[in-house]
DNA sequence: GAAGGGAGAGAACGAGCGTTCTCCCGTGTT
DNA sequence: AACACGGGAGAACGCTCGTTCTCTCCCTTC
């Protein structure tokens, strides 16, 4: 078997695990058996557990922005994309083996104890955050919406993990209107105080 | 000793060390050294270590949902008692020993691997929904405002906890101030589908 | 004062798991 | 054809940790 191909049959492997039941609760015997990639092999390609779980957090990190960017992409109107931000997340709640935010639960079970995941969990939604700020500038809507519509989307990402249930996507997504209806009224600097 | 005062020292040193470090990351013998209560008498007043994580989330739910409504209750307006909520979470964010919402950790932890933790946390995030709810009644606003303010209050959480800062507070209280105004404009029934 | 019982300290036990090692087989090379 | 090499299966090792056991001591009670 390539090494390429192992590397992606026990990356396949470990992100099904982690992702569904913690990284904690999954040994490394498990990952074997689910990927048919040899403990021998698994070693060679990740020399400790931790760095199978980094190269998990990694490669779901690039292809969850990368899923969510292309689904915006092919909505035309700026404030139409933002809101296409929360139809995305109805989309993945309700896949059937939605279990909430990976980088979320993964802060919970080794945010802790692990610097290293913290900051893959900092880097992630950093970006996250980033993207959004980038579709509120592209709307002309006032820097200070991109803080309270990216808690809107972490809430909704958090209670749907815990609820199981999709309709968080669908309340974020109503006050996301609404927070972009008033920055449309006030839209201005954005630098009101309190 | 007490037995009622061994089980309470038992539970701020399980309450210190868990919340500080995660709950899988600590062991029984780390409690009893934090705590002063021997094994023995650990495992009198908590037959396994399970049952000593739920008395932990159970009686940290009533304390955290006690703190947050006499901090609300001090303030009379009704509008103003639901941004208080918001008032209170950056007080929370600021305190020294600040690690996010135990429930959001716990879950990520142990969410998928114990039923009984996970039942805690909806019922924990239930009663903060309702309690919200209730404040979103009394003040006389649509009742679908109810789920976008409980997002934005979860989304400071988790992101508060991740970033360590007690920003994200405030950025939800903006935006929790932006929905009230619009609650207001279109107050009705609140039955607006969409 | 002697006996019994509960409590503390810590050793002990057993399971789980990350990691490594051994053994064996198939393959490719000379 | 002989042999070295890489890889697979899975046993083995060592550590952690939940849980229990042992031993001793002190306090109570008759």
Chains 1, 2 share one sequence.
């Not at 390429?4 to 992100?15: F, G, I, M, Y």
């Not at 935010?101 to 913290?118: F, H, K, M, P």
Request: charged share 25%.
């Amino acid at each position: 078997m390539d090494t390429a191909v192992a590397r992606e049959r026990a990356l396949d492997a470990a992100e099904r695990l982690f992702y569904g039941r913690g990284v904690q609760s999954v040994g490394m015997d498990d990952v074997r058996g689910a990927s048919g990639v040899s403990l021998k092999r698994l070693y060679q390609l990740f020399p400790a557990k931790e760095q199978l779980v980094e190269a998990y957090l990694e490669r779901r990190d690039v292809r969850w922005r990368g899923r969510l960017a292309a689904y915006v992409a092919a909505r035309q109107e700026p404030r139409e994309r933002i809101l296409a931000v929360f139809d995305w997340l109805a989309e993945w709640f309700g896949e059937a083996d939605f279990r909430g935010c990976a980088w979320i639960n993964a802060y919970g079970e080794l945010g802790a104890v692990s610097g290293r995941v913290a900051e893959q969990v900092r880097a992630h939604k950093r970006a996250f955050r980033d993207y959004v700020g980038g579709l509120v500038a592209d709307a002309g809507l006032p820097a200070a919406l991109t803080g309270p519509l990216c808690l809107l989307a972490e809430g909704a990402m958090v209670t749907a993990g815990i609820t199981g249930s999709a309709e968080p996507a669908a309340q974020a997504r109503a006050g996301a209107r609404l927070l972009l209806a008033s920055g449309v009224t006030s839209a201005g600097d954005g630098s009101s105080r309190d």
